[in-house]
Antibody, heavy 126, light 109 residues
Framework: EVQLVQSGAEVKKPGEPLKISCKASGYSFSNQWIGWVRQMPGKGLEWMGIIFPGDSDTRYSPSFQGHVTISADKSIGAAYLQWRSLKASDTAMYYC???????????????????WGQGTLVTVSS | QSALTQPASVSGSPGQSITISCTGTSNDIGAYNFVSWYQHHPGKAPKLIIYEVTNRPSGVPDRFSGSKSGNTASLTISGLQAEDEADYYCSSYAITSTLFGGGTKLTVL
């Protein structure tokens, strides 16, 4: 059974750094894409980016490129989402999820999330 | 890139059918058959219910079905049940990213 277990809720001040985690089990972590989705309070889901742990190939949404860093440690089966300097507008629920897809023009294209973590609530407030 | 466009809310009575639309552009929904749908009960993790426009993951009832025409994808739920009350999100591949719709709140009357 695929399981994604995320780290606990965080309360931080603006300007502080943060790294949240997502521990995967039940499948070959190195060989499947995994990503992050944001849900701000009262708002919808937003695709942030995905990473292939096998070679750390990472793809970001233009909206999040440069604002967060997605990484993975294949030796322990964990993915991470990191901020260098948090803002109040980063307050949100963050979900990790395994990304799957299909081939298009000869390339494997991950585009949907079939298994999700329970979410990590990040609150940024002075 | 803009989010895909969904109605903010839909409603239906138990046993009825409802359809949720999801409108994109020729650069996302219109270009690829890489459309997915998610069911999200508040406080829980989202759940994949449709992928590749029409495919249902194992365990998802066949009351849920997907379709696409041009730049618009649709999710139909037939035989509405109380537990279907949730938020529903469409999603589409868009070459540089993957887009979500704004979400539709389904109320079962």
């Amino acid at each position: 059974e695929v399981q994604l277990v995320q780290s606990g809720a965080e309360v931080k001040k603006p300007g502080e750094p943060l790294k949240i985690s997502c521990k995967a089990s039940g499948y070959s972590f190195s060989n499947q894409w995994i990503g992050w989705v944001r849900q701000m309070p009262g708002k919808g889901l937003e695709w942030m980016g995905i990473i292939f742990p096998g070679d750390s190939d990472t793809r970001y949404s233009p909206s999040f490129q440069g604002h967060v860093t997605i990484s993975a440690d294949k030796s322990i089966g964990a993915a991470y989402l990191q901020w260098r300097s948090l803002k109040a507008s980063d307050t949100a629920m963050y979900y990790c999820a395994r990304s799957r897809g299909n081939f298009w023009n000869g390339y494997y294209t991950p585009y949907y999330f079939d298994s999700w973590g329970q979410g990590t609530l990040v609150t940024v407030s002075s | 890139q803009s989010a895909l466009t969904q109605p903010a809310s839909v409603s239906g009575s138990p046993g009825q059918s409802i359809t949720i639309s999801c409108t994109g552009t020729s650069n996302d929904i219109g270009a690829y058959n890489f459309v997915s749908w998610y069911q999200h009960h508040p406080g829980k993790a989202p759940k994949l219910i449709i992928y590749e426009v029409t495919n249902r993951p194992s365990g998802v009832p066949d009351r849920f079905s997907g379709s696409k025409s041009g730049n618009t994808a649709s999710l139909t739920i037939s035989g509405l049940q109380a537990e279907d009350e949730a938020d529903y999100y469409c999603s589409s591949y868009a070459i540089t990213s993957t887009l979500f719709g704004g979400g539709t709140k389904l109320t079962v009357l």
